[in-house]
C-alpha cells in the first residue's frame, strides 16, 4: 500500500488558505496558498499572532468565542491585511478540533477577489488532481477526520471511480448540494450517478470514460437531474490515474454560467423583442442551403411595413414594439412547419419558402397582406396596417444571399410605388431601372458638389406691345463627361432623394444673381420665374426664408415670380395655401404652370393667390390637330381673365400659333418661335448689342 504522506504537505496543496491556530490566535501552521495570500513567506506567519494581520481584531476574537462558546463552525466575512497593507476581502470558516487535550481552531480562508482565479487553477491543474487523488485515497482508507472536515468545506465535488467498474468508491459532502441526495446515500448505491445522468448525455460520459486513457486528464460538460426533478449543468476534470486504477474527478455546477452563455448564444441569433432570429441567422441560414442543399429552389419574401415610421413618430416607440411582436406573432401562424422567418431589422421581415411553386408563393403572400386586414389592438387603439412585399426566387434571380436580399429588397419598393399593400416578383429590369437612378444621382450630387448646374433663360413676351416682360429660369446640367442631362431626367432622381432642396436654393441664388446684373444694365422692369417642386412647397419656412434672402439680397420681390406645377400644389392644398399667401403678401409674384394636364379643378383656383395662369405647352402645340384644345384654350383664357389672372401661353413654335394666340387675347407667350432658352452670357450680350430677341413674322396681332 502506498505510503501516508504527511497530513499538512496534503493541505499545501488546497487553493484555499489553510490556517491552524490555538486559542490565542498564534499560528500553528499555513499553508502556501494563504501565506501567498498575505504576502509573507511561511516561515514567517509561523508563531506570528494571527490577530497582527486583520484589519479588524474584534471579528476574530467574537468569532473564536463563539465557536467555543456554541461548539459549531462558523464563518464570517473577514478583511485581512497583505503585507504591503492592501486590504484583502474573505471569508473564513472556523472550526474548533480539540486533539489530545488541547484546543485547536481550524481556519478556512477564501480570497473572494480571486476565488475564480484559484478555483480554474484547481480544475485545470493535472499535477493538484494527481496529489489530491494520492492523499485523498490515504485518507479513505486512514478515516482522517481533519482531512474530512476540511473536504467538507470544499464547494466542489470530489470523488473517485472505479476504472473498470465505474463505481463510485468515495465523494464528498459537497455532492448533496448538487444532486440533492447525501453522501451516505450515494456510496451506498454506487451506480446511482449513472442513473442521474441526463438521458441523452449518458451515451457521451460512457464513451467519455471509455476513450480517457491512464495518465491523462480532461474536462467534460453534461447534465444531470437532481433528486426533485430540476435538471443542472456539471462541468468535471477527470484524471485516469494509473497506479491507483481510479477516476478521480472535480465536479463543478455551472448551471448558472451556463444558462448565461445560452442566452448570450441566443441573442446574437435572435432579435430580442420579436425573439425572430435575427439578420445573422438569416445569413447562416441561406449559406446552410447553399451548401447543404444547392440545386434546392426556394423563394425569399421581403416585407416592409407600409407607413409604419409614422405610428412611431406620433404614438411612440414603446407602441410600435408592441406593434412589432404582434405582426412577429402573425407572420409566425401564416408560415409553415419547416419555412424560415425573420426580422431583418426596424420593420422588415424576411421569410424563407420551401415551396418555390409561385402558384403557391403567390396563394402565401395573400395570405400574407390579408393578416393585415384585422386591425391590431393596443391599449384599446387600433391600428391599421398593411404590408409591402417583394419576392426573389432562388437559384432563378440570384445565387448568393447578398444578391437574393437586395433583389428582393428591390421588388419590395417596387410595390411600393405601385401603391403599396400588394407584392410584386422580382425581375431584372428593376435593377437596370435602380442602376439608372443612382448613375442619375451621382451626376447630380457631382452638380452639386462642383458647381455644375446652369441657368438658362427664356424670354416671355408681351403680346399686345411685343416687348420683354421676363425670363423664365430654365435648369441645366452640363456634365463634364456626360454631356448635357435632361431636366426631365435629373429633376426627378432630385425630389426623389431630396436633393432638389438643395438644386432649388441654388437656382434662387443664380436666378438672384442674374436679377442683380440685370438691373444694373437697365432700368425697364422685369422679372425672373422660378420653378418651384412639391418638396420646397411643403417646407415649413420655404416663403419666410425665400422672402428673407431676396431681403438679404436687397432685390425687391416683384422682380421673382414663383411657378409651381397643378401637382404640387393639389398634393396638399392647404399647406400650398398657406405658403402661396405669404409668398403673395412679401410681393412674390405666383404662376400656375402646365394647367390642365394634372386635376384642372376651376374650383381651387378662386382659393389661392395666383397672379399667371400657364396654358401647358401640350394643348398650344396641337392647336390645329385637335379641334377641342382651341376650345378648351379660349376656356381657360377667358376664366382666368375673369378670375382677374394673366395668362401665359408656353410651346409657341410656329407663326400659326403665334397668331391664333394673339389673335384670342392671350397676355404672355413663350417658346421657341420667339426665342429659345439662353445662357446667361448670350443675354448680357445681346443687351450690349441692343439686339431684338426674335423678329416676328408679319401677323394679326403685330403691328409697329
Known amino acids: 500500500m502506498q505510503a501516508e504522506a504527511p497530513l499538512y504537505d496534503v493541505l499545501n496543496y488546497l487553493p484555499e488558505g489553510i490556517l491552524m491556530v490555538d486559542e490565542r490566535g498564534v499560528i500553528l501552521f499555513a499553508n502556501e496558498a494563504f501565506s501567498d495570500m498575505v504576502g509573507y513567506e511561511n516561515d514567517l506567519l509561523l508563531g506570528l499572532n494571527m490577530l497582527s494581520l486583520l484589519a479588524d481584531i474584534d471579528v476574530f476574537t467574537e468569532c473564536i468565542a463563539k465557536v467555543m462558546r456554541e461548539g459549531k463552525s462558523l464563518n464570517a466575512d473577514t478583511d485581512f491585511l497583505h503585507r504591503d497593507g492592501k486590504i484583502i476581502q474573505a471569508i473564513k470558516s472556523v472550526r474548533m478540533i480539540r486533539k489530545n487535550n488541547h484546543i485547536r481552531f481550524f481556519v478556512n480562508v477564501r480570497n473572494l477577489t480571486d476565488v475564480n482565479r484559484l478555483n480554474k487553477e484547481l480544475l485545470s491543474s493535472k499535477e493538484l488532481i494527481e496529489h489530491q487523488a494520492r492523499e485523498l485515497s490515504v485518507l479513505l482508507t486512514s478515516k482522517n477526520q481533519e482531512i474530512e472536515e476540511i473536504l467538507g468545506s470544499i464547494n466542489e465535488v470530489i470523488w473517485y471511480i472505479d476504472n473498470k467498474t465505474l463505481s463510485l468508491r468515495y465523494v464528498n459532502n459537497a455532492v448533496e448540494g448538487i444532486f440533492g441526495f447525501t453522501k451516505e446515500i450515494f456510496l451506498a448505491d454506487q451506480s446511482l450517478w449513472q442513473q442521474q445522468i441526463h438521458p441523452d448525455d449518458r451515451a457521451l460520459v460512457q464513451m467519455f470514460f471509455e476513450t480517457l486513457a491512464p495518465g491523462q486528464s480532461q474536462e467534460i460538460r453534461f447534465r444531470i437531474f437532481r433528486s426533485d426533478g430540476e435538471f443542472r449543468w456539471l462541468n468535471s476534470r477527470i484524471h485516469h490515474h494509473p497506479k491507483l486504477q481510479l477516476f478521480i474527478g472535480i465536479t463543478s455546477d455551472i448551471t448558472s454560467s451556463k444558462t448565461q452563455s445560452d442566452e448570450i448564444a441566443f441573442l446574437a441569433y435572435h432579435d430580442p423583442l420579436t425573439q425572430l432570429p435575427n439578420r445573422a441567422k438569416l445569413k447562416l441560414q441561406l449559406d446552410n442551403r447553399f451548401e447543404n442543399s444547392p440545386s434546392s429552389p426556394f423563394a425569399l419574401l421581403f416585407l416592409d411595413l407600409d407607413n409604419f415610421k409614422n405610428i412611431n413618430d406620433t404614438m411612440g416607440h414603446e407602441i410600435g414594439d408592441k406593434i412589432l411582436i404582434e405582426v412577429s406573432r402573425r407572420i409566425l401562424e401564416t408560415a409553415a412547419k419547416y419555412d424560415f422567418c425573420a426580422r431583418f431589422g426596424g420593420d422588415e421581415f424576411v421569410v424563407l419558402l420551401q415551396d418555390a411553386d409561385t402558384s403557391n408563393i403567390d396563394i402565401f403572400a395573400n395570405r400574407l397582406i390579408q393578416i393585415f386586414k384585422t386591425p391590431i389592438q393596443i391599449n384599446e387603439l387600433d391600428f391599421f396596417l398593411s404590408t409591402s412585399i417583394g419576392i426573389v426566387l432562388y437559384p432563378q434571380d440570384a445565387s448568393n444571399g447578398e444578391d437574393l436580399i437586395k433583389h428582393a429588397d428591390t421588388a ?28 442619375i444621382e451621382s451626376l447630380v450630387r457631382d452638380g452639386l458638389s462642383q458647381n455644375l448646374f446652369e441657368l438658362y433663360f427664356q424670354p416671355l413676351i408681351d403680346s399686345k406691345t411685343l416687348r420683354l416682360e421676363g425670363y423664365e429660369a430654365l435648369l441645366r446640367l452640363p456634365h463634364p463627361q456626360e454631356g448635357f442631362i435632361a431636366p426631365d431626367i435629373f429633376i426627378a432622381v432630385a425630389e426623389t432623394n431630396g436633393d432638389i432642396l438643395l438644386i432649388g436654393k441654388e437656382v434662387l441664388r443664380q436666378a438672384c444673381d442674374f436679377i442683380t446684373t440685370l438691373r444694373e444694365r437697365s432700368d425697364e422692369p422685369f422679372f425672373i420665374a422660378i420653378n418651384v417642386s412639391a418638396k420646397q412647397l411643403h417646407q415649413e419656412y420655404f416663403a419666410h426664408d425665400l422672402l428673407t434672402y431676396l431681403e438679404e439680397r436687397s432685390i425687391p420681390p416683384a422682380f421673382l415670380k414663383v411657378e409651381l406645377t ?11 395655401a398657406v405658403q402661396l399667401t405669404q409668398l403673395k403678401k412679401g410681393g412674390v409674384r405666383i404662376a400656375l404652370d402646365d394647367f390642365g394636364t394634372g386635376y384642372s379643378s376651376f374650383a381651387y383656383l378662386a382659393q389661392l393667390p395666383i397672379d399667371t395662369l400657364k396654358i401647358d405647352k401640350s394643348f398650344i402645340l396641337t392647336l390645329f390637330e385637335v379641334n377641342s384644345h382651341r376650345h378648351i384654350v379660349e376656356a381657360m383664357s377667358n376664366l382666368a381673365h375673369v378670375l382677374g389672372m394673366s395668362v401665359t401661353a408656353e410651346g409657341v413654335e410656329g407663326s400659326e400659333h403665334f397668331d391664333y394666340l394673339i389673335e384670342n387675347k392671350i397676355d404672355t407667350l413663350q417658346g421657341f418661335h420667339l426665342c429659345h432658352p439662353l445662357p446667361k452670357d448670350v443675354i448680357l450680350q445681346k443687351f450690349k448689342n441692343k439686339d431684338l430677341y426674335f423678329t416676328p413674322a408679319p401677323s394679326l396681332g403685330y403691328t409697329t
Do not use: T
Request: net charge neutral.
Open 566 to 576: 397643378e401637382s404640387a400644389v393639389m398634393e396638399n392644398i392647404d399647406i400650398a
Open 412 to 439: 419590395m419598393y417596387e410595390a411600393k410605388n405601385k401603391g403599396k399593400n400588394q407584392f410584386v416578383y422580382y425581375h431584372a429590369s428593376m435593377q437596370r431601372a435602380i442602376h439608372n437612378f443612382l448613375h
